[in-house]
């Protein structure tokens, strides 16, 4: 299964469980209009309760739709507000007439790692490669983990496509520098893969695609490099 089929049946698994987060949403709503309505005519002393428990009731529902949106372990975007960005950067790009960047990345040979040192290291190495990643990319553009080892960058409103293979170039040199963990250095190695659009593809799932079949370009390369989709790309880069 491709990664775009897997995102789609991810989307269907992550459909499930923002219904099950609505449904809470929706009892915790309920009683926000039953204590508003128990307000009325309350003396001070209740009315202070009253506010306390709205108070606790609002902090539940705002981690409830931040549980909905994001990956608990680094605390990025998932792949449900991925493909929605995704999806909103395309229409606003055909509107302009610019340019989108997706970034595929996987951490190279991270399994073996992860078995030999413990989920723990794991754990704390996908974090601080999720730190990494938002420090190489704008305010503007989207880091999230899709799943185990996997991430990905929505870059918008690109004005060249050479700007892409900048931000990979930044990433690679990024993840190169030692990450201490247990008294112990770890460098973190990634393959990347590079899709665009409007060349590469138009639609969301498309482009998704094609960034994943770059990255395993890189793989077959060794690993620890990015690869465009498109094969004219990658070699007018290696004229530079």
């Known amino acids: 299964m491709n990664k775009a089929n897997k995102l789609r049946q991810s989307e269907s698994n992550d459909s499930s469980s923002i219904v099950m987060l609505v449904?809470?949403?929706?009892?915790?709503?309920?009683q926000l209009q039953q204590l508003a309505r128990l307000s009325q005519g309350l003396s001070s002393a209740h009315a202070e309760d009253l506010a306390k428990?709205?108070?606790?009731?609002?902090?539940?529902?705002?981690?409830?739709?931040?549980?909905?949106?994001?990956?608990?372990?680094?605390?990025?975007?998932?792949?449900?507000?991925?493909?929605?960005?995704?999806?909103?950067?395309?229409a606003q790009a055909r509107r302009h007439g610019r340019s989108?960047?997706?970034?595929f990345l996987d951490l190279d040979r991270f399994k073996t790692g992860n078995d030999v040192y413990g989920h723990d290291v794991g754990?704390?190495?996908?974090?601080?490669?999720?730190?990494?990643?938002?420090?190489?990319?704008?305010s503007t553009d989207t880091v999230a983990r899709l799943s185990g080892d996997e991430f990905a960058i929505i870059l918008q409103d690109l004005e060249r496509w050479q700007d892409a293979g900048h931000v990979?170039?930044?990433?690679?040199h990024s993840l190169s520098q030692p990450v201490e963990l247990n008294g112990r250095e770890f460098v973190p190695h990634a393959s990347l893969g590079i899709g665009l659009y409007p060349g590469d593809a138009t639609d969301h799932n498309l482009l998704i695609a094609q960034a994943d079949r770059g990255m395993y370009r890189a793989k077959e390369r060794g690993g620890a490099c990015y690869k465009f989709f498109c094969d004219e790309l990658n070699a007018q880069e290696r004229l530079f």
């Open 23 to 30: 449904e809470r949403l929706k009892g915790l709503q309920e």
């Open 53 to 90: 428990e709205l108070g606790e009731i609002g902090t539940s529902l705002a981690m409830f739709v931040h549980l909905a949106h994001h990956d608990p372990l680094t605390n990025l975007p998932n792949r449900t507000i991925f493909c929605d960005r995704l999806k909103q950067s395309l």
């Open 100 to 103: 989108v960047g997706v970034i």
């Open 123 to 138: 754990d704390a190495l996908l974090r601080a490669v999720a730190d990494r990643l938002m420090q190489c990319v704008r």
């Open 168 to 172: 990979a170039q930044k990433i690679l």
